[in-house]
């Protein structure tokens, strides 16, 4: 038994209580000290990512005092998300380093990198939580600190958007936590692999409270990751937060609670369940409505980074599709799409906030000719475009192609006829800016970016990232092929 | 049928919490009321787990402590946010002058 992920918890926790005290030493500390602290997480995850290659899966029982109860559960799943948490995660903070004293007040900095390591820990934690209750408690921690990242810059739009995305957030996790109480009524049990022998038991006597737990967690879940109708709090809070808050939330923090109901439902209720209240249709159908109304919504937006909230919840749409499909490449395409779109969206955010940053433009109409002050950022920018496109030779193609298969699998083409169709309207909104920035009249000489150094790193970083997950993506399937397994086992 | 609902009444007080806070949490244009409706309905889920824990008779009998125990998470959950959400209400306070969402979208709408 490894204590690796456990100590991921514990070293942010520890952390995000020290940084505001160092901040009183020298004001620069807590953002080094956050970024040494994420590294370290990095590396325990690597190091729990081979310990489970070598060992296999393995549950963890704080205190040692043995199961069944609190339990933390390390599997593939956990491990592919780990590792794309805590690597997004440092990327962003490494560009926050140099973005941020632009985007907040110089006070509130120690307290935003405090609160960025609590987001982290506590996405960390939901992704490997055993039981129903930790579960909880990690969306909790993880929704007021979500919401905390958004009002935390000054102005009255991050306020409203934080206040908004709070109260449905608090729905959502009311919602959740009846489900919780529900399941808890007819079993006796919170931990999950307890629950998945007493839920076929309960649902034979109390079939009701099955079904009514199974829906509060889908509508629940399905407002904290912007699942189409419900992601009215999402433009707002992800298009007014700071660029790098911004590329967190759209980057991981929807996409983790994606994860945390597709292991609900396939590990503890159990696909036939599933399909027996009819959500597979529902959610296809509200993803596929997702899909073209996020996509027309994007085509519509001129501010730069509404149009990304908006693409967003097109994208998002793609990896419920792929979860609700319910076959093994359709949720292979999901979990790859969390992966490249976790990274192609966060380098889209940053990439936008690096022109705010440099140029304050927002405005999509004013980025003519952008391409020729900033050419590193808007090729970067261009790399995430196409990859969203689905242009082969970018990350975004190997996802929609699983997502493609899986819908064959399934026996379902219409869906492929939809991502198809979806990536056509991708490239109305994306390719324009592109081909403007680059091809637009050029004004003044060609100057190269002058960003300061974290931001150009972390970009390029998720560029290259993206490149080698499109062009290699070998590893990444292996290790999304055996997350599905255990996803579906 | 009856001797049912009396039986379960506190089953029946949980999910009217629920529903009242939900409603006005969803509906209520005042910020602060839909912060009452957010303690409201996390009051009725909190009535829900803890009638799960008792299992005695009528003369009261044991009680089951998990369910209890699990509700001090929820109750600290519910009094952050309840916290962070009247802070962020005040500061919001301070720009619009009041508290009343509808109000505040109106005078968004003027300045825009």
Redesign the interface.
């Known amino acids: 038994m490894s204590h690796l992920p456990v100590l991921i918890l514990v070293v942010y926790f520890a952390a995000a209580l020290l940084l505001p005290l160092l901040a009183k030493l020298k004001n620069s500390f807590p953002g080094w000290g956050a970024l040494a602290v994420t590294s370290l997480a990095l590396l325990l995850s690597i190091a729990s990512a081979l310990y489970v290659g070598e060992n296999g899966p393995y549950s963890y029982f704080p205190g040692g005092h043995g199961g069944p109860g609190i339990e933390i559960t390390v599997d593939w799943v956990t491990v592919l998300m780990h590792l794309t948490i805590n690597l997004v995660g440092l990327l962003i903070l490494v560009y926050s380093l140099g973005d941020l004293k632009s985007e907040l007040h110089p006070d509130s900095l120690p307290a935003y990198y405090s609160i960025y390591l609590v987001m982290l820990a506590a996405l960390n934690g939901l992704v490997m939580a055993g039981d129903l209750?930790n579960l909880?408690?990690f969306i909790?921690i993880c929704?007021?600190a979500a919401?905390?990242l958004v009002?935390i810059k000054p102005g009255?739009l991050c306020?409203?958007a934080?206040?908004k995305y709070?109260?449905l957030s608090?729905?959502g996790?009311?919602m959740i936590?009846?489900g919780i109480?529900l399941v808890?009524?007819v079993t006796g049990e919170?931990n999950m692999g307890a629950l998945s022998e007493a839920i076929p038991l309960a649902f034979s006597s109390y079939p009701w409270n099955i079904y009514v737990a199974m829906s509060l967690f889908i509508v629940g879940f399905g407002i904290k990751s912007a699942l189409f109708p419900l992601h009215v709090w999402l433009p707002d809070a992800h298009a007014s937060a700071a660029a790098p808050s911004s590329a967190i939330h759209s980057g991981l923090i929807i996409k983790v609670f994606i994860i945390v109901v597709a292991r609900l439902i396939f590990q503890i209720f159990g696909a036939n369940l599933f399909a027996a209240i009819p959500a597979p249709e529902v959610i296809l159908l509200l993803s596929t409505i997702g899909i073209f109304a996020g996509s027309v919504l994007a085509i519509a937006q001129t501010d730069i980074k509404r149009m990304l909230a908006y693409s967003t919840i097109a994208q998002i749409s793609y990896i419920f599709m792929g979860f609700a499909l319910a076959v093994p490449s359709g949720i292979m395409g999901g979990l790859l799409h969390i992966v490249n779109h976790g990274i192609m969206k966060s380098m889209l955010f940053l990439a936008a906030g690096a022109i705010i940053y440099k140029t304050g433009i927002r405005k999509i109409d004013e980025l003519r000719g952008i391409g020729f002050r900033m050419p590193l950022t808007m090729s970067i920018f261009s790399i995430g475009a196409l990859s969203m496109v689905g242009i082969p030779g970018f990350s975004g193609f190997i996802s929609k192609y699983y997502l493609a298969f899986g819908a064959l699998e399934a026996g379902k083409p219409i869906y492929v006829a939809v991502i198809l169709a979806s990536s056509l309207l991708n490239a109305i909104y994306y390719l324009p800016i592109v081909v403007r920035a680059f091809l637009g009249h050029k004004e003044g000489k060609f100057v190269w970016d002058q960003l300061p150094w974290p931001m150009a790193t972390a970009m390029v970083i998720m560029a290259a990232f993206n490149l080698l997950f499109g062009i290699l993506p070998g590893s990444l399937l292996r290790l999304v092929e055996l997350a599905a397994t255990a996803l579906l086992s | 049928m009856f001797d049912k609902l009396l039986a379960n009444l506190h089953f029946l007080a949980a999910m009217l919490l629920?529903i009242i806070?939900?409603y006005t949490?969803?509906t209520d244009s005042n910020?602060i009321k839909?912060v009452i409706g957010?303690n409201i309905?996390?009051t009725g889920?909190f009535l829900?787990?803890i009638s799960?824990g008792y299992s005695g008779g009528p003369a009261g009998g044991e009680a089951n402590p998990l369910?209890s125990a699990?509700m001090y998470?929820?109750l600290a959950?519910a009094v952050?946010?309840t916290a962070?959400?009247l802070a962020?209400?005040v500061?919001?306070y301070k720009?619009?002058g009041t508290i009343d969402a509808d109000e505040?979208m109106s005078k968004?709408g003027e300045a825009e």
């Open positions: 209750f909880y408690i909790e929704t007021i919401c905390a009002a009255k306020l409203e934080g206040l709070m109260f608090t729905l996790s009311g936590l009846l109480g808890y009524m919170l | 629920f806070g939900f949490m969803l910020l839909k957010l309905m996390d889920i829900f787990f799960l369910p699990l998470g929820g959950a952050s946010l962070f959400g962020m209400i500061r919001l720009y619009y505040i968004r």
